[in-house]
């Protein structure tokens, strides 16, 4: 059987419907309700069926999240450590600000393309640069 017919698999459906309530149908990484979401797997490991994990290693993603989690790793090489902010530019379009790295050193800003599940970096700037610019810049302010 391949993955995507274990997808329509009953124990899997009824799996990712007990995520998605225990979810609150909600993105957990962006917050978003009104987008198509997934269960995603934090981790695959060998010869378990999808619908075999325990419930920790499920989470619920948005379309957005999903396709940058997978597309972040094909083109970065690890997976990001926090989504911090989506900024919608259109209905396929946005632009992300992702912490990066395994004691979130630094912050890449991306757009991601959900409909080509393409990713494009624009700027990656060290974590430690960018709050300092941002505590001077609110001094600045007030």
């Not at 075999?52 to 094909?74: G, V």
């Not at 379009?93 to 393409?118: A, H, M």
Request: proline share 3%; net charge neutral.
């Amino acid at each position: 059987m391949t993955y995507s017919e274990k997808l329509k698999d009953p124990r899997w459906q009824k799996k990712r419907l007990e995520i998605l309530e225990r979810d609150n149908w909600t993105c957990l990484w962006c917050g978003h309700k009104d987008d198509t979401l997934h269960v995603h797997h934090v981790e695959y490991i060998k010869g378990k069926e999808p619908w075999d994990y325990d419930d920790a290693y499920y989470q619920t993603t948005c379309n957005i999240c999903h396709s940058l989690w997978h597309s972040y790793f094909e083109k970065f090489g690890n997976y990001p450590s926090c989504i911090t902010k989506i900024i919608k530019i259109s209905i396929d379009k946005q632009v992300v600000i992702v912490r990066d790295g395994v004691n979130n050193e630094s912050v890449r800003i991306i757009e991601v393309d959900s409909c080509n599940k393409g990713i494009n970096e624009i700027i990656s700037i060290p974590y430690d640069i960018l709050s300092r610019f941002i505590e001077e810049t609110k001094k600045r302010a007030f």
